[in-house]
């Protein structure tokens, strides 16, 4: 196991993390990933089933037409639709680098670790029992099933006697994924549900509608902030427990905020696109590559390149099989995988 | 001297990193042979290769004549026993068990133990002391105790050679004489040639026969502890200066102290 | 009695015959209470009338047609995920490998529901050509995880092969979300209750797909049973005992993927089994393989028997499938297991 954990001394860490703190590449990487965001937004508006040139985009926004049957498309699909990518992403890049910062744990991810599975279930327990349930609720059910999923997974590592290794977190995740997708399937056959549950949690952010966006924008918003200000506690605590309350870093206290935020995060995303793995596991990783270990660099910079990910991700799943769509989180997977065989076989000395 | 081993430019590496480049070098019947050199000197690969668990890149070696990567992995379980430095021990497993284990390479898929085999046990079991505990749990015992058996394992094989990467690691000082001292009874009564890797240079003078001294993956020296245990090699070797004596229990060299040929003044 | 064998030994054989014995004997007790579950109940005097062959037409009908094949698949699966995860478990020397968990089991999936999808669920002989299907699947899988795993110099390590095999596993649900869209309802339906573990072959077909594959493979494993204890010893040890570990380790492994293969092409998505038998067997009888094969495909069998009667009864009309009644009962012993072990 020794291998998994950090090659590096924790003196060599702090060392690390101070050289490789990096605000003005930070600040670039920001600035053009959020360019670079808008340039995606702009094209995959006009991409579709339907084709859109830019100016009636430009037009729609400015000089909105309610009887220009294309603006009405910009509007009411395409633009929240567009939006929910970008917010799916943040949110489950954010919540990804909270957990690998907090647990030193390289393959932590909310997918691999049955905060996904949670939230579906909750989820099916909504489509079955309480069937057209105002939104918010879903919403709420959604959170409440993100923190069932990891209070078991995280709950076992801290029972045993060696803490989290990336081996115990994974396997923990893959069993609690398991039991809740074993009991949602349970509840789907049950209540014939199934179908409508695969479409919709296939289905991506197609069917997100400013109703939505409305309440879940705001929550996100909040927790980007509260993650912003407890980035440099994740910071120290990255550097390992001892560390960290040798330096008089408050680390229980950081841990249950950044738990916390994990939580909302991870359950609203999935409330919005499903249970879509790895973006969680694979943005924090590209981000340090590019701004370093300092996490007040990686939680934003996560945060506009999980935005991208998921915004693109979500324009190949519409036009690679147009008329048809491809679900998003397989599409992502197809990616995923393949990285985390990669960190996998290098030992996963990444973080 | 007959040899139990004979080693032939071989060249071993892992990851691309070569470990060993060029080294030649035999190994007496019937002697306990001990392999001294400091960390990362290539001493563990030499032994991991000769054990088989790696591959020479090139050279041969040769077991009693034969060169080991013709022979049938078996035949070569039943005249070379190798003791790895990390013997894993699985739970629930008795002595008897585990030492039966060692009756490995001779039998076939089915079938129980043969009086053969259970003579050979028992007897390992006896030679190394632990008649007493034959059933008790392998768990429950303590670090010197566990090395007998793992020991006893490979006596078992009813091998001609042992070979052991470092026996006494992680023993401390009463139980590491224990074993070297069952060693050299093995030796003396059963005749087996023994080769092994050593850390501590004193034991090695103390029970060896016949020393190798190897320095980044090269042969430096190598003959009787007279002839190895020397200042000069010692300084080639460790960089260090040695005060050599006599060991009163088996005439060999030995030094109680040393001090690094580097330092330029002792603050003692 | 041999006169050479220590006292330890016979107790530990003593302990291994009780054990069996009495796992034979909930095993059959189970089979008559199974028998006599459903939505029509039959009292056991009349099951054990019906058997002996003075039973009513209609009891015969029920009993040898849809209750008895259906107890003996899930026995059969019972012990080839039983048998699967005790094999793999020694290859990977960690207790916590399942064909499940590393994504053999939705190899065999991934195969079987492409055959679903683009073939019918009704040809006849489809039956003998899930279980061949389910081993490519299977199959190919592995090879995926192995190739992944292997690193030269260094063999394949149990941590990466586990970790590699989540990833696998991760993936091929993936691909088969996306063509579980491109059903219609009514194969959608079905591929959904198949995923989800429910012994759906409930006729003679699909023992006679099913048995050959266990007939075959459970003894080779058996046979292979002292390899499997020293590979336990580790692998420096092992080659020094003479053994081909590279090659007595793709072997196994092959077996392996053939008992869950055939298993899970029948079962669909049963989960933990392979874990929880062979872990209840070491814990019961100690490390020694010649014990723990035979005892762990016995509670393997007496496991799932238990979760598809259970299924069966828990929401009657209802079925509820053995995969979830097994995963809702494996996933906290797994769990527990995880929070107690020391790796």
Known sequence: MSKFNSSLTDKEQVKAVKNTAKPVRGTVIISGGIIFLLCA??????????????????????????????????????????????????????????????TRNPLADSGLLGLNAGAVMMLAISFSFFPGLPYVYVVLLSFFGAALGAGIVYGIGSMSRNGLTPLRLVLAGAAVTALLTALSEGIALYFNVGQDMAFWYAGGVSSTRWSHLAIITPIVIIMLFIAMRISKSITILSLGEEVAVSLGERTVRTKLISAGVIVVLAGLAVSVVGAVSFVGLIVPHLTRKLVGYDYRWIIPVSAVVGAILVVVADLFARTLNAPFEIPIGALISLIGVPFFLYLARKGGKAI | MLNALEINNIAVGYHNRSVINDLSVTIPKNKITTIIGPNGCGKST???????????????????????????????????????????????????????????????????LSKEDYNYINWAIEVTGLADFSDREISDMSGGQRQRVWIAMSLAQGTETLVLDEPTTYLDLAHQLDILLLLKKLNIEEHRTIIMVLHDLNHASRFSDYMIAMKDGNLITKGSPEEVMTHNNLRTLFNIEADIQECPYSGHPIFTSYHLSSQDKNYE | MNQYKPAGLMKKQRRAAAVASIFTVLLIVLFLVSLNTGVIRIDPVTVIKTIFGSGEPRDELLLFEFRLPRITIAVLIGMGLAVSGAVLQGIVKNPLADPGIIGINAGAGLAVMLFVSYFSTELGNSVFIMPILAFIGAGAAAVVIYAFSYKKD???????????????????????????????????????????????GSNWNFVLALLPWLVVLIPFVYMKSRVLDVLNLGDHTAVSLGMNLEKERRILLAAAVGLAAASVSVSGGIGFVGLIAPHMTRRLVGNKHKYVIPICALIGAVLVLTADTLGRVILQPAEIPTGVVVAIIGAPYFLYLLAKLND
């Open chain 1, 41 to 102: 937004f702009a094209v995959s508006i006009s991409l579709g089933a339907a084709d859109i040139n830019l100016s009636t985009i430009w037009n729609a926004l400015f000089n909105f037409d309610g009887s220009v049957t294309q603006h009405q498309i910009i509007w009411e699909l395409r633009f929240p639709r567009i939006i929910g990518a970008a917010i799916v992403g943040a949110a489950f890049s954010v919540a990804g680098a909270l957990m690998q910062g907090m």
């Open chain 3, 154 to 200: 260094e063999g394949v390590s149990p941590i990466r092969l586990i970790l590699v095999g989540v990833a696998v596993a991760a993936g091929i649900s993936a691909l088969m979300i996306v063509l579980t869209l491109k059903l219609d309802p009514r194969t959608y339906d079905f591929v959904a209750t198949w995923l989800a573990g429910s012994i759906w």
């Open chain 2, 46 to 112: 030499l032994i991991k290769t000769v054990s088989r668990i790696l591959k020479a890149e090139k050279g041969t070696i040769l077991l009693d004549g034969k060169a080991i990567n013709t022979l049938d992995t078996r035949e070569i379980a039943k005249q070379m026993a190798i003791l790895p430095q990390t013997a894993e021990s699985p739970g629930g497993l008795t002595v008897f068990e585990l030492v039966s284990y060692g009756r490995f390479p001779y039998r076939k898929a089915l079938g129980s």
